[in-house]
């Protein structure tokens, strides 16, 4: 069985860009969530969708958005780019049916460079 | 305010002896926690898990243990061996799905042979 996949694995924007970051989840996971990780505040929750509706939302502005395709394919935005933003977006998958709850797949991750 | 809190950045254990990896919480109502593993370069790894209405999960070598009036959990390995040499994350889930989950900081463990 395939992981998550996320594209691309590495990336490097200037301030005030924007970028769209990607995620294949496991075949059958119908649950994607998107973390961001950084140095100083560890793993910290963005947004989860669920059947194409996004079921949670992390506090984070709204220069983060995500949505989720039909097939479960997942993807991460963020507009207006600013230095702190640089940081490694990682994308999870989970069983919406049996499985452990909080039982996270996780990929490899993104990493965003912002100059 | 950090709602999941691992004060150790670091700890350093001999192969062979037992590992403690603490965590506090500050809210009662969160319903599953979890602890998870990262070696860089990859995602975190689901570990295992321990529900709220529990106090103890065993898993192999690895055991969790809640202590709901202190908002304390803490995860136990024995014994530790090198490949166990990660950094590893605390986290709690709002809800009983088990989504949203909110991390520590993690606590990085290095196990010497």
């Known amino acids: 069985k395939a992981g998550v996949t996320q594209t691309p694995r590495y990336l490097i924007k200037t301030r005030g860009q924007q970028v769209t970051l990607s995620c294949s989840p496991i075949?059958?996971?119908?649950?994607v969530s998107w973390y961001q990780q950084t140095p100083g505040q560890g793993l910290q929750f963005l947004f989860e969708?669920?059947?194409?509706?996004?079921?949670n939302k992390g506090n984070f502005p709204g220069r983060f958005s995500g949505r989720q395709f039909s097939n479960s394919r997942s993807e991460m935005n963020v507009s207006t780019l600013e230095l702190g933003d640089s940081a490694l977006y990682l994308c999870?998958?989970?069983?919406?049916?049996?499985?452990?709850?909080?039982?996270?797949?996780f990929g490899e991750g993104s990493r965003l460079t912002v100059l | 305010d950090q709602q999941v809190k691992q004060n150790s950045p670091s700890l350093s254990v001999q192969e062979g002896r037992i590992s403690i990896l603490n965590c506090d919480y500050t809210?009662?109502?969160?319903?599953?926690f979890l602890w998870y593993k990262k070696y860089p370069a990859e995602g975190p790894t689901f570990l295992i898990s321990?529900?709220?209405?529990?106090d103890k999960n065993e898993d192999g070598r690895f055991t969790v243990f809640l202590n709901k009036s202190a908002k304390h959990l803490s995860l136990h390995i024995v014994p530790s061996q090198p490949g166990d040499s990660a950094v590893y994350f605390c986290?709690?889930?709002?809800?009983?799905?088990?989504?949203?989950?909110?991390f520590g900081k993690g606590t990085t463990l290095s196990v010497s042979s």
């Open positions: 969708y669920f059947s194409e509706t996004q079921r």
């Open positions: 986290a709690a889930s709002p809800n009983q799905a088990g989504t949203a989950l909110i």
């Open positions: 075949s059958g996971h119908r649950s």
């Open positions: 321990i529900s709220s209405i529990k």
């Open positions: 809210n009662s109502m969160f319903d599953y």
């Open positions: 999870a998958s989970s069983s919406s049916t049996g499985g452990v709850p909080g039982e996270l797949f």
